[in-house]
Structures are given as C-alpha cells and as structure tokens.
C-alpha cells in the first residue's frame, strides 16, 4: 500500500450534478459514485482512478461572500488541477461560457484560474 497519497477532498456544493458534469466536461472526468449522504444530504464522487473530488450537498447551503474562504478556517481556497494541454484545458472551460483569470508562468509551469457557479476556485496548472 503506497502511503500519503492524496484520495479525495469532500466539499459542500449547491448542485452535486450540476458540479460533476462541469467537472466531466472540462477534465474528462467520470462519476464514480452518486447517491444518499450524511444528513439526508446527496454526494457524487467524480475524478479518476486514482482520486476524486466528493461533492456534497443537503438543504440550501449558505454560499460564501467573495473572497471570504481565505478568511474561514477549513474553508478550501481552491483546487488545483494538473492537465497536460493547458490551452485544450482552458477552451474547455471557456466554451461552457466560464470566465477564466490570473493566467501566470514561472518556474516550474504555467496556471490560470476560474470560478464555477458556486464561487468555487479551481487552479489549473501544467508542467508540460
């Protein structure tokens, strides 16, 4: 068994399917897992083999101010994801009508940011 690999993250969302999809479409994801949570809540766990990200919701969740996640411990500032194609990756994005911000390269890669409905960061980095 390999030790301190990272498995999933789990985090609250308004829509677990709507986020799923978008991750689907933008990372070519797929759905591992959906159906009944903690709480009488819903989950989908979407990502690859080897990790996946546990979106979560129940009720109406209360949506962070912007900006606010740096300021609320155990709030996530964002996710990173690492593609090989940056460009492909950022058209994906663009063309689900996400605005995409922050592009930056230094060593060792180049990176962009976007928003997803939920206000939710996501960084998504290549080292090609």
């Known amino acids: 068994m390999k030790q301190g690999l990272f498995e999933h993250v789990n985090m609250t969302v308004t829509d677990p399917d709507k986020t799923a999809q978008m991750l689907v479409d933008v990372f070519d994801w797929k759905v591992r897992w959906s159906g009944d949570s903690i709480h009488n809540g819903r989950s989908v766990h979407v990502g690859t083999e080897d990790a996946y990200v546990a979106l979560y919701a129940v009720g109406t969740p209360r949506q962070l101010a912007e900006g606010e996640n740096y300021r609320l411990a155990g709030a996530i500032n964002h ?5 090989d194609d940056l460009d492909a990756a950022e058209q994906r994005i663009l063309a689900k009508g996400i605005k995409t911000h922050s592009h930056q390269t230094y060593d060792p890669g180049s990176r962009f940011y976007f928003h997803d409905h939920d206000g939710i960061e ?4 290549s080292y090609a």
């Not at 996710?79 to 593609?83: A, E, F, K, Y």
């Not at 996501?122 to 980095?125: F, R, S």
């Open 79 to 83: 996710l990173g994801i690492l593609v």
């Open 122 to 125: 996501y960084e998504v980095v």
